[in-house]
């Protein structure tokens, strides 16, 4: 089994209020110097047999019409090695 | 013979009979529409209704996209049935891509019940013609993701092109780009709004006024006259 991370951001021009929102309430928390936050989303696809660039290229295809909105977000997609799995 | 008009229900769809009382008050009939059910039963336009469909997972609208029913619609908007998405609606025909841009939760963070007032921008869509262009209208505006969004190219194409149909008037409730309320594609077939014309049909009932009742019997004229 191997994992696939996607990580969805919305675009830099768009106004992210809930980022802002965390960013607000940094300083009253004692965490100061953050200047900015935007806030995002984390998917991990647990992938049954290899990845491989055809597994790939599908959870691309996946991410760009169904995880992301592409209008308003960009996407990552990488493998993560999970812990214990290599023997 | 008077005019077939089907709303969608989706699990999670909160205003689907009001909307099918609206179409009644208006002199068609309504047909319900199931969101499993590639079927659209031959209805001659169809109403794609507030609430949240699929919890709003993902995003808003983004699930119900992919639904049975969808594709039907998809498919036939684009052949140009008359489509009309009312705030959750709007919401699946920005995802569905048969409207450009996309919304996203308001700006303040809040859920926000209000009147609304609006101008009518364009009166030569499907689902205004009962409108006069610059009318001003006040119908309820109840949502979590309203704040339209899209890049300055398309918003400067909407407006050229005359298809921002609603404007925010006065107040701008969620945040929304140049205070568009609501859009039309390029044939005119299909328009999406944020506010909810289904609860002003009635003198009695939400804003004590029938604001949201032309859109009905827009639509209602087309058919019948076609």
Redesign the interface.
């Known amino acids: 089994m191997a994992r696939v991370v996607v990580d969805v951001m919305l675009k830099p021009?768009?106004?992210d209020?809930?980022g802002q929102?965390v960013q607000r309430a940094l300083p009253r928390l004692g965490f100061d110097g953050i200047s900015d936050v935007r806030q995002g989303k984390r998917f991990e696809l647990e992938v049954e047999g290899p990845v491989d660039e055809a597994a790939l290229a599908r959870i691309h295809e996946l991410a760009e019409s169904?995880?992301a909105?592409t209008?308003?977000e960009d996407f990552t997609v990488k493998v993560e090695e999970v812990a214990g799995a290599a023997k | 013979m008077t005019a077939r008009i089907g709303v969608v229900t989706f699990p999670g769809s909160l205003d689907d009979r009001d909307t099918q009382r609206a179409i009644r008050l208006a002199g068609a009939e309504p047909v319900a529409l199931w969101h499993k059910d590639k079927d659209l039963k031959q209805v001659d336009a169809v109403v794609l209704p507030g609430g949240f469909s699929y919890g709003d997972y993902l995003r808003a609208g983004a699930i119900s996209r992919f639904s049975p029913v969808m594709e039907t619609v998809i498919e036939q908007a684009k052949a140009g049935l008359p489509v009309l998405g009312i705030c959750n609606g709007f919401q699946v025909l920005t995802e569905a891509h048969l409207l450009p841009g996309a919304m996203l939760g308001n700006n303040h963070l809040h859920f926000i019940c209000r009147d609304q007032k609006l101008r009518v921008e364009h009166a030569d869509t499907a689902w205004t013609s009962d409108y006069t262009a610059g009318q001003e209208i006040r119908i309820p505006l109840k949502n979590m993701d309203g704040r339209y969004v899209a890049d300055s190219y398309t918003l400067d194409q909407l407006e050229a092109e005359g298809r921002v149909v609603f404007r925010y008037l006065d107040f701008n409730p969620n945040g929304s780009l140049r205070d568009i309320a609501g859009i039309t594609n390029e044939a005119g077939n299909v328009v999406g709004l944020m506010p909810h014309p289904e609860h002003a049909v009635e003198p009695l009932i939400g804003t004590g006024r029938t604001d949201g009742l032309p859109f009905f019997t827009s639509i209602l004229k087309k058919l019948v006259n076609a």
Do not use: D, T, Y
Request: aromatic share 10%.
């Open positions: 021009e768009i106004l209020p809930q929102a169904f995880l909105n209008v308003i």
